[in-house]
């Protein structure tokens, strides 16, 4: 009989690795069978996936083996010689927190997802006449560059054709081949403060030296840039992270006139451009540019799924020649199947119908927040960027223990995330995200969230 303590501050999983190990090196001989998974998990009263994560680790460290029809076998028990014992401190590093509420600011749901009729197109796509054993095109299928061009011409006023649209793995990975095509024309990096780390941090691994321009009501403050020396800028006009302010019609115009005076290059980066539930989405800024010098980077991450890892961007025409002798140009970015499904989902109309279910469900549950909040923290606590995106930003307005607030939180099995952790500047918000929860769910992890808040106030 295995001995394992539910008390403890180790994993089951590791408690059970460590019991079966030492009965392997005590009494199994090579060959011996070990119990099933589904008996092992019926007998201790486990789940199937911890005893699976033991099993894991035995076969990974050479104890066990799996063969078909056999189950798992013992393939070794010479270990007298060494102790392999995992230490409490290693068993504590693997370990990974269960939150009871996760208000992460840029999750979906999961049912959110049109699993079902994903799974039909992806059978369609990969049964029609796909060229299996060929490199297809690195710059994207022809068939969703069209798509992804009629979307965001139609939707936010792109000025684009498919030639100038690249499909990417990503926003790191469309940032990641900017940064690599622009480094022979440019050597600064500017970027809003606070702005969006993942943005900073790529162009500094590339070697660029960032400049942080700050960020004012109106977003970035335009009359800094021209005293600045910047000729390449990062922005997300339309709403900005991390502080969720919109640049109005004359700052983009003075912005665009800055780029023809300094021969300079604008990346637009759409952020949360489809989700907008109190006004229709601002249109872009690339659509108002006569100069050719605006890159224009979306995504489908916060509408569709992170999981798929689909991004885009659209290539002004002095750039395309640029990218067209790079090594980028003869290897797609993204999975011919994803690529094919995405684009049978948006030819079929399929991508309309999700983008209007989606920014209705996630409306409900905005307002479901924002009402909650005011009803739970009162005057305590301010909205301070709502109506966009997956997430409320709120900060209390009474004095407040930042430092005991969290660690009550890590106590009461609630993560957290705060606007300072993943931006440069003094801007702090707490980002409530609400896109991961069901209604329900959102009601109980408010209403937690605001037990704890109340013990700091």
Not at 179 to 194: D, H, M, R, V
Not at 377 to 406: C, H, Y
Not at 412 to 421: D, G
Request: aromatic letters at 12%; a neutral charge; glycine letters at 6%.
């Amino acid at each position: 009989m295995y001995v394992l303590d539910h008390k403890i501050n180790m994993p089951l999983h590791i408690q059970l690795y460590e019991e079966i190990k030492n009965d392997i090196v005590s009494n199994f001989s090579v060959g011996d069978k070990l119990p099933s998974i589904r008996k092992l998990a019926s007998t201790y009263n486990l789940s199937k996936t911890t005893v699976e994560s033991a099993y894991r680790q035995l076969y990974a460290e050479g104890y066990i083996e799996s063969y078909p029809k056999s189950a798992y076998v013992v393939i070794d028990t010479y270990f007298d010689s060494f102790e392999t014992k995992i230490t409490e401190d290693l068993a504590l590093a693997v370990q990974k927190t269960e939150y009871k509420y996760d208000f992460f600011p840029a999750r979906l749901s999961q049912d959110s997802f049109p699993l079902k009729l994903w799974k039909r197109l992806f059978s369609k796509a990969i049964d029609e006449s796909l060229d299996f054993g060929a490199y297809h095109d690195g710059q994207g299928e022809l068939g969703l560059r069209v798509e992804i061009s009629n979307y965001i011409t139609g939707s936010r006023g792109v000025r684009c054709t498919p030639q100038q649209i690249v499909v990417c793995s990503g926003f790191s990975d469309s940032m990641g081949l900017l940064a690599k095509l622009l480094k022979t024309g440019y050597s600064n990096f500017s970027i809003e403060n606070p702005g969006y780390h993942v943005a900073r941090r790529v162009f500094e691994e590339y070697g660029y030296k960032i400049d942080k321009i700050e960020v004012g009501k109106n977003g970035i403050l335009v009359d800094e840039l021209e005293k600045s020396n910047a000729k390449l800028v990062y922005i997300t006009p339309s709403h900005q992270y991390p502080t969720g302010v919109s640049m109005p019609i004359s700052n983009r115009l003075k912005l665009l006139e800055w780029t023809k005076e300094k021969d300079g290059l604008i990346i637009e980066d759409d952020y949360d451009s489809e989700l907008s539930y109190t006004s229709r989405p601002i249109p872009s800024l690339q659509g108002l540019d006569r100069f050719d010098r605006v890159v224009y980077l979306g995504t489908f991450a916060k509408s569709l799924s992170p999981a798929l890892r689909v991004s885009y961007m659209v290539l002004p025409n002095h750039l395309l020649a640029l990218y067209k002798e790079s090594f980028d140009v003869y290897f797609p970015r993204v999975s011919l199947s994803v690529q094919k499904t995405l684009e049978l989902f948006m030819s079929q109309g399929h991508w309309d119908r999700h983008l209007r279910k989606i920014r209705t469900i996630n409306k409900k549950k905005h307002n479901l927040m924002r009402d909650l909040l005011k009803e739970k923290l009162g005057k305590s606590m301010e909205i301070v960027g709502q109506g966009r995106g997956l997430a409320i930003l709120i900060n209390p307005t009474v004095s407040f223990d930042w430092d005991k607030f969290k660690t009550l939180a890590e106590e009461a099995k609630i993560k957290l995330y705060f606007a300072k952790e993943r931006s440069d500047g003094d801007f702090e918000a707490i980002k409530m995200g609400f896109g991961g929860f069901s209604e329900d769910e959102l009601v109980e992890a408010v209403e937690a969230f605001a037990e704890v808040w109340k013990k700091i106030i």
